[in-house]
């Protein structure tokens, strides 16, 4: 069974600055996808990125990279520039190709971004 | 864009009712999920169904069941509400590959009297 460990329940980083989000997986699959999930407050959570096992490129979209290390099992979340719009709560989660694809979430990690 | 319908944002029912939460998706998604989200815990996972009438039991099954008699429909159910069952819960959609992300409703604040 795959486990998603996310160990900074909260976070804050000033306006304008750079935050980094934690998260570690367990798993003996060698082929999965890894993403990062945003819930702003009282909304809908949606994709903020994703990651395959097997590209050794860190994905980026805009103000959003990762640094993905297979060997130490690691996947953190970059966020640049921070705005007001990224309080949030950003969720890992892991999706394995083995079995029925169900994916394993983190406990998410509550980020608050200070003007 | 995909979107995924939960019928109601907020409910209150009373201890011992049957509640069904309904959550519809429109793009002809194989996988739909049904998750429960409460502080501290993250998302647990309450049922899966990875096509029309089938389904897999999550980590907390207990006390609820689900129906997806239609490929955009996903019901859940609730056979006698109980206070412990006060929560919000999150309806997930997504194709049936593993590299697909999924696509969640707005979800629906369950109080349960």
């Known amino acids: 069974a795959q486990t998603v460990t996310q160990s900074q329940p909260e976070m804050s980083v000033q306006e304008a600055e750079t935050v980094t989000l934690s998260c570690t997986y367990d798993?003996?699959?060698?082929?999965?996808?890894l993403f990062w999930y945003k819930q702003p407050p009282s909304r809908q959570m949606i994709l903020v990125i994703r990651q395959e096992a097997y590209k050794q490129q860190n994905a980026t979209e805009n103000r959003f990279s990762v640094n993905f290390q297979k060997a130490a099992k690691s996947f953190s979340l970059k966020i640049s520039d921070s705005q007001l719009g990224d309080t949030a709560m950003y969720f890992c989660?892991?999706?394995?190709?083995?079995?029925?694809?169900?994916?394993?979430f983190g406990r998410g990690t509550s980020l608050i971004v200070h003007p | 864009d995909v979107k995924v319908t939960q019928s109601s944002r907020y409910l209150v029912k009373r201890t011992g009712e049957k509640v069904f939460l309904e959550c519809v998706q429109d793009m002809d998604h194989e996988n739909m999920f049904w998750y429960r989200q409460d502080p501290g815990l993250g998302l647990r996972l309450i049922y899966f169904?990875?096509?029309?009438?089938?389904?897999e039991k999550g980590d907390i099954p207990e006390g609820y069941s689900v129906s997806r008699e239609k490929k955009e429909r996903f019901s859940l159910i609730l056979e006698s509400a109980s206070t412990n069952q006060t929560s919000m819960y999150l309806c997930a959609s997504s194709l049936g590959q593993f590299n697909q992300p999924q696509h969640f409703g707005d979800g629906t604040r369950l109080s349960i009297l």
């Open positions: 798993t003996s699959e060698s082929n999965y996808y």
């Open positions: 989660a892991f999706r394995g190709s083995g079995g029925s694809y169900i994916p394993t």
């Open positions: 169904s990875y096509d029309v009438k089938m389904k």
